[in-house]
């Protein structure tokens, strides 16, 4: 399958004792990348320097085999997106009205929204179910409503890669399934390739082609889910001790032996 996106010996530094060191990264199209590790090795910084957030200091990113540096902010914002952790829950701005930002990349400077754009803003609010609470203001609605309508405005721009910072945190259990069951649903039904960062090992596992598995900066594995879970891996990169089971519906799983 054809890379959408590549990263080249990636490095960046804070401080001496928070760094990236030579990452090189590829991502094809219609995958779902998961990047796991324990706090503070690097994951959402990864997807910082992955969206040109941040500025590497040496190695480079390449879009569908352009330098990324080299392209303008509207024609990356076309390509790609990217949802932080961290949003404004008590906006009264309508669902609709956060959902119609996503077309701005889609508009010249001279240009307000016209009806071709409603198109896009309806499909964005149908495929995250949200079409019922177009009207109602964020500071309204369930947290998982919320994270919903956020995923929405990043479809509506209507780009082939989506990257998530960490879309279930401040979630309970039922939202946390609802948002990764329509991560999954956009990666089927629009081919979307989706990299997210996620906590939960078991919800990387169940919603991810494949996994990257991060210590203090590094890459210490990547693979399919299969190929990672191992008692090892576990142990040398969070330090506990696990088992590997595997069940009939949930397929495989960890459970932590303990610390």
């Known amino acids: 399958m054809e890379d959408v996106l590549t990263a080249d010996q990636l490095s960046f530094g804070f401080s001496d004792s928070y760094y990236i060191k030579e990452l090189s990264l590829r991502f094809k199209k219609r995958e779902v990348v998961s990047i796991i590790g324990p706090n503070g090795s690097g994951k959402s910084t990864v997807l910082r320097l992955l969206t040109r957030l941040l500025k590497p200091a040496h190695g480079a990113v390449y879009l569908e085999g352009k330098p990324l540096h080299t392209l303008s902010s509207k024609n990356i914002a076309k390509k790609l997106t990217m949802l932080p952790q961290i949003y404004d829950h008590r906006s009264e701005m309508t669902v609709r009205d956060l959902v119609k930002f996503g077309r701005q990349p889609h508009l010249k400077w001279y240009e ?15 495929a995250t179910r949200l079409t019922a609470l177009q009207h109602r203001p964020l500071s309204s609605l369930s947290g998982g409503e919320r ?9 509506a721009q209507k780009t082939p890669i ?8 401040f979630l309970d259990m039922y939202f946390q399934f609802e ?6 649903s956009l990666n089927e039904r629009y081919g979307l390739t989706i990299v997210m960062v996620l906590h939960d090992v078991n919800q ?15 890459i210490i594995l990547e ?19 696990v088992l590997i ?3 009939e519906e949930m397929g495989l799983f960890v459970v932590p032996k303990g610390i």
């Open 162 to 169: 989506l990257f998530l910072d960490e879309p279930t945190t």
């Open 147 to 155: 994270q919903r309508a956020w995923i929405a405005m990043a479809l």
């Open 112 to 126: 307000d929204y016209h009806q071709s754009h409603d198109t896009y803003i309806d499909w964005a609010l149908e």
């Open 245 to 247: 089971k595997e069940d």
């Open 223 to 241: 693979g399919t889910p299969e190929e990672m879970l191992t008692a090892e891996m576990f142990k040398a990169v969070y330090g506990v001790d």
């Open 179 to 184: 948002i990764l069951e329509l991560v999954k």
């Open 204 to 218: 990387a596992i169940r919603y991810s082609d494949r996994l990257i598995v991060m210590k203090a900066g590094e």
